[in-house]
């Protein structure tokens, strides 16, 4: 290898240090047992966490933002997975249409999909509610799913489908009894991701949430107007738990799945 | 067999697009049409909208130079963050292309983390590194550089490493997909035929990767563009964008049809980002990186 190669990786390891050392600062800090959230460390101490315990507005963010994104999740997913069989599946006449349709609500930035839909639900009499945040999540984490979703779905091999259906099954048993057993892991990936998008969403969620509604990411960014204290670095953390160990469970999970029916 | 067969079922694709493409109208398409219209309408000063076809909002989004500034501002930021990021995000994602290494699976799987970690969390993690009391002004008092904290926060630059932080990944991602796509033989080809190595990354590797590349920045710039969490958040008084100005007038000033007006600039002048880059290389490219 020549030298040129050890600059290379001289430079990929400074990426990866930019990449991760705040957030591993962040961290740090959260178990800082001194009254500001800052360095020097003065000792380790869960004593932040326990404060975000006792948080009744920050249980109450979690408990908001846990149910936004489970039922994203779920309903994202069903009409990703829909779209995506119609995609892969079938050839019918405008799919590139329709291709271009699905990954629309990421073409269009996010603040303008955001903005169109808050006024329009808005002329049309709905005040701002749950379900205008619901469907907001809805429409910005589905183009995810489906590309997911169609990404996993092209390596399902179609013979199973044909070979139930000659068998005399119809298209519904056909598949819950084998279809979807054999896209589950494409399923989980879609729904995990669609919950983690959601999870994560501050952009639109600013513009959508009613009065007195708060989700994680928007308490931290109204307890960042004070300052950073070490209960945010300390909530940071339990996100960072949260959304990095869930789809890690969740890859091996599908990979076990996948595995034990010997295809997927 | 029978019933897969498209000529025999031409309706079940449909049916099965029918859910995603009934939310995609109802709450992308329809409300988009509509802040068309509702740009054109004029809130008073009581609160009330006055329908009808006023071009005011236009003129004053079009005409007034404050609006014109913060829109150039804004490109530049965006501009400047896709810079970076394609120089800096080149190196990792041609290491692990062309890597030997044997648990690069782990350093592609590291690459995708951030995509977990929260927005807020990765740019608020900055005023842990940059703020007074953070991690360089503690070490450069601790080294007797510097007597007092310094400010290194609140300004464009730290918006900028802010949004670079975040779409890194997007471009090392974009970018990896068309290096490893890349045949070998070509760079060897190139090199057996006498190049030196930089002349076969040159006129070799770097064309190959345009793609990557091109998408990585695509993605880079229009998200860049469209941000204002990260301006609130690490940015100074003078350092608002765009986005920061729809927020403004919707959530603020209750002035939704000025807020319409802004958001539809935005909307075309990231869509015309969006379709010319479709018109040149597809939209395919983006779609391979979540293979």
Known sequence: ?264 | MASLDPQEKPLRPWALLSPALTAILLLLVIPVCFIAVYSFWLRTATGADIAGFHLDNWAEVLGDAFYRDILGFTIWIAFATTVICALVGYIPAYFIAMTQFRHKAYLLLLLMLPFWISYIIRTMSWINILGTSGVVNVGLQWLGLTDEPIQMLYNQWTVIIGLVHFLLPFMILNVYVSLYAIDRNLIDAARSLGSTPWQAFTEVTLPLSLPGLAAGSLLCFVLAAGTYITPLVLGGPTDAMFANLVFDAIITQLNWPLGSALSLVLLALLGVLVAVYNRFAGMGQIAKSFG
């Open chain 1, 1 to 264: 290898m020549p030298s040129g190669w050890s600059l290379i990786r001289l430079g990929t390891i400074l990426v990866y240090l930019f990449m991760f050392a705040p957030v591993a600062v962040v961290v740090l800090l959260s178990f800082n047992s001194s009254q500001f959230g800052s360095f020097p460390m003065e000792g380790v101490s869960f004593r932040w966490f326990v404060e975000l315990w006792n948080n009744d507005a920050i249980v109450r963010a979690f408990q908001t933002s846990l149910v936004l994104g489970a039922l994203t999740s779920v309903i994202s997913t069903t009409l990703g997975v829909l779209g995506s069989l119609a995609m892969v599946r079938y050839s019918f006449p405008g799919k590139n249409l329709i291709a271009t349709a699905l990954i629309a609500p990421i073409l269009v930035p996010e603040v303008v999909l955001a903005v169109a839909l808050l006024l329009f639900l808005g002329a049309l009499g709905q005040p701002k509610s749950f379900v205008l945040l619901l469907a907001g999540h809805v429409i910005f984490t589905l183009p995810f799913v489906v590309l997911v979703v169609q990404a996993r779905l092209v390596g399902v091999r179609r013979e199973y489908e044909e070979a139930a259906m000659s068998l005399g099954a119809g298209p519904v048993q056909t598949f819950f009894q084998v279809t979807l057993p054999l896209i589950l892991p494409a399923v989980l990936a879609g729904g995990l991701f669609a919950f983690t998008i959601s999870f994560d969403d501050i952009t639109g969620t600013l513009f959508w949430k009613p009065g007195g509604v708060e989700t994680v990411p928007t308490q931290i960014f109204a307890m960042l107007r004070n300052s950073i204290s070490p209960e945010i670095n300390a909530l940071g953390t339990v996100m960072i738990v949260m959304t990095v160990a869930l789809p890690l469970l969740g890859a091996a999970a599908a990979r076990r799945l996948s595995r034990g029916r010997g295809g997927g």
